[in-house]
């Protein structure tokens, strides 16, 4: 079972389109966990941190279920630029752990 | 302005042939980190030091090694590349191991 596993996407939806990805970690130790973005042949940059609270940032609402062990991102009326690929971050204390990634296109 | 810095951008280098990443930061953070990414995959964590703590991860082969001269800069050495070593190579910063991460723009490395 991989550490941090994520939908494969690729997702396709329209402009305006709600769309949810979904991340499962299998170490219960994780202590902080986060949804980076990345563009196509750029570096990820931090979308947003999760708490078990979950937590609001725009269109962006991340989700953390500690029982499950489930990460979750929302994405509320999608625009073209929200184009990217989106990664599932988990980190041991001493170690990050990436997700393979979900990519989204978003078309008009 | 750039946080973490990364030079050159684009490197080849011929098979066998030692080859020298550099990643700056002017964050002031305690750790950096060196990942390495190829096409469609996450960022593979290589190793990271924590101060002048260095802390390989087990998986990451001998043949790359690091250096943390002081706070601000890191290098990634990697001695006899292989074909297989082409990829992105990415440098971060944090303020500590569970904060969040600042990546750098990233070297694409070319093995010829």
């Known amino acids: 079972r991989k550490e941090v596993e994520q939908d494969p996407g690729p997702f396709n939806v329209p402009e305006g389109a709600t769309v949810a990805f979904n991340c499962t970690y299998s170490?219960?130790?994780?202590?902080?966990f986060f949804w980076y973005r990345q563009d196509c042949r750029k570096e990820p940059k931090l979308l947003m941190s999760v708490y078990s609270s979950g937590n609001e940032d725009g269109r962006f609402t991340a989700q953390l279920n500690r029982a499950s062990q489930y990460i979750s991102l929302l994405i509320r009326d999608s625009k073209l630029s929200d184009s990217a690929t989106y990664l599932c971050?988990?980190?041991?204390?001493?170690?990050?752990?990436f997700g393979a990634g979900t990519r989204l296109f978003v078309k008009a | 302005d750039a946080m973490v810095i990364q030079n050159p951008r684009y490197q080849v280098t011929q098979f066998g042939k030692p080859v020298t990443l550099s990643c700056s930061q002017t964050l002031n953070h305690n750790v950096m980190y060196w990942y390495q990414q190829k096409s469609s995959q996450a960022p593979k964590l290589l190793f990271h030091y924590y101060d002048k703590d260095f802390n390989n991860e087990a998986d990451t082969p001998d043949n790359f090694q690091s250096r943390r001269p002081n706070t601000s800069f890191c290098f990634l050495d990697i001695r006899s590349p292989g074909l297989g070593d082409a990829a992105m190579y990415l440098c971060a910063t944090s303020r500590d191991t569970d904060k969040s991460e600042y990546f750098g723009p990233g070297t694409r490395l070319t093995v010829t």
């Open positions: 971050v988990v980190n041991e204390g001493f170690k990050t752990i």
């Open positions: 170490n219960s130790a994780s202590q902080s």
